[in-house]
């Protein structure tokens, strides 16, 4: 089979991008799965590939343990991913433990305990990922899968004559030579911008949410809370603010503070957001210690791509998972539980996939992915693009949280819908929730 990467499909243009001679080139290292990108939907992908006994090529371009811009912030559906990959998330461990959300809003403040399900445990966690990033990658790494750390992947290497992707191209993340990796499938696991994805001519949709947030950590009294707790309405004085906060203790002596907001709303694209936090903190309890001198990080931002902004997650021997087939739900930005959970579903079926004896039938089963994905998300997700579009017309979310804030049995409605936590035979409000989803359209 001829390797062919058109100059188009480079990720980096750097000064000698293209120019290694066809046919002087070493050889490609192979395996049976390239994944690109060791975050959470990498490495779990990676994870179980492995555990399938298949032999897993997983390539990062940082060195763990590395930081990543992020709330840090896992509710019971993360704590269910991971517990199943076999991490131990004790305190003894160095997680926190978190009993449920408190919500702020209408000048109220209301505790809302995670809900006690058959599905899901009732206790979220707090990690940075710092850490999180690196016990998942190495959990990955302990299954067999071969991790290479600091190799930046440049561009997709094709089949001339179908455009199927057979592998990739990539290179030391510090300038090395350049190297080629081949692989019956290959899986973009590499985030929001997910070049890989671009390269093959899958861009975001502009039809489906994004959001886009910062954050930082401030040395506080308030580091070990118990519960997350969010910020529906942001104040500056009287003068109310576009965006929505959060301040999740750490329990390490800081506290991960941070807002953001959504495409739907008018402020997005045009807002500092960094002044925004400083703003909003300005009015914070002195007490609580969010000021300059507390800081012990920079403000730093990324974007939130959700309800499956870029689509479609299988094409050309190319899957997409986590972040890079924009898996963010659009109700609650988490992020990571939806990157582990597709992680494991994408597995599954490669695994499925490369088992069938003839390549027709291989492809009929990696067909099947954005299926699956389809039925596990697109219901909840197109009721989350309603919800998106609604919060985005400021009068009707006042109007919406001064209403719900009084009215405890309707937040504990609100939080097992917006953080998709209900038992599939579970009580009235888990039939409510889960009939909406399935009701509502779902195009793949
Ligand atoms: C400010 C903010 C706050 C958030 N808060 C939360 C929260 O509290 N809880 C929550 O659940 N979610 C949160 N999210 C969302 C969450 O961070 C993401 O959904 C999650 O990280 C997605 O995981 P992923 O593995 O798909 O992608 P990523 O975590 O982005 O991982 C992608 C990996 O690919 C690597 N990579 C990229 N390009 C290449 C390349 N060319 N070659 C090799 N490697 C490459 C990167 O280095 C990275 O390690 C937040 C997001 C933001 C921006």
């Avoid at 000064?15 to 002087?24: E, H, M, W």
């Avoid at 996939?353 to 067909?367: G, I, M, P």
């Amino acid at each position: 089979m001829t390797e062919h990467v058109p100059p188009e499909t480079r990720l980096t243009d750097g000064p000698d991008a293209g120019l290694s001679p066809p046919g002087r080139r070493p050889p490609a290292e192979e395996a049976d799965v390239i994944v690109v990108g060791a975050g959470p939907s990498g490495a779990t992908t990676a994870y179980y590939l492995a555990q399938s006994g298949l032999d897993v090529l997983l390539l990062e371009k940082a060195r763990f343990p590395r930081e990543k811009v992020c709330g840090d912030g896992l509710t019971p559906r993360a704590v269910k991913a991971l517990v199943g990959m076999g991490v131990s998330v004790s305190e003894e461990d160095g997680w926190l433990h978190n009993k449920g959300l408190r919500v702020i809003g209408a000048g109220k403040r209301m505790e809302l305990p995670w809900p006690e399900l058959a599905s899901y445990p009732g206790y979220g966690l707090v990690r940075t990922r710092h850490d999180l990033d690196e016990t998942l990658a190495r959990r990955a790494q302990k299954a067999g899968a071969r991790l290479l750390e600091g190799v930046t992947v440049i561009g997709p290497v094709l089949d001339e004559r179908t455009g199927r992707i057979t592998g990739v191209t990539a290179r030391p993340s510090d300038n090395g030579d350049e190297r080629t990796y081949a692989a019956r499938v290959v899986v973009a696991a590499d985030g929001n911008s997910s070049r890989l994805s671009v390269a093959m001519g899958l861009r975001k949709r502009d039809d489906r949410p994004l959001g886009v947030a910062v954050r930082t950590y401030y040395k506080t009294p308030r580091h070990d809370d118990d519960y997350l707790e969010s910020w529906l309405d942001l104040w500056d004085g009287d003068r109310l603010l576009p965006g929505y906060g959060w301040i999740f203790g750490m329990g390490d002596g800081t506290s991960n503070v941070g807002l953001g907001m959504l495409n739907t709303s008018a402020a997005f694209g045009n807002t500092d957001y960094h002044a925004l936090l400083r703003q909003w903190l300005k009015g914070m309890p002195a007490e609580w210690g969010f000021t300059e001198e507390n800081r012990t990080a920079p403000i730093r931002g990324a974007a939130l791509p959700m309800g499956f902004n870029r689509t479609p997650h299988y094409y050309q021997g190319l899957l997409l998972v986590g972040d890079a087939g924009g898996m963010v739900n659009p109700f609650n930005g988490e992020g990571i539980a939806y990157a582990m959970e597709s992680g494991e579903l994408l597995a599954r079926t490669i695994v499925q996939a490369l088992a069938r004896a003839r390549r027709a039938e291989t492809e009929r089963v990696l067909a099947g992915y954005p299926h699956a994905l389809s039925q596990a998300y697109g219901g909840y997700y197109a009721l989350g693009r309603v919800f998106v579009k609604a919060i985005g017309r400021p009068g009707l979310m006042r109007f919406a949280t001064r209403h719900s804030m009084s009215r405890p049995a309707l937040m504990g409605f609100a939080l097992k819908l917006l953080a998709n936590l209900t038992d599939t035979r579970g009580d009235a409000a888990d039939r409510l929730v889960n009939g909406l989803s399935k009701l509502a359209p779902n195009p793949e």
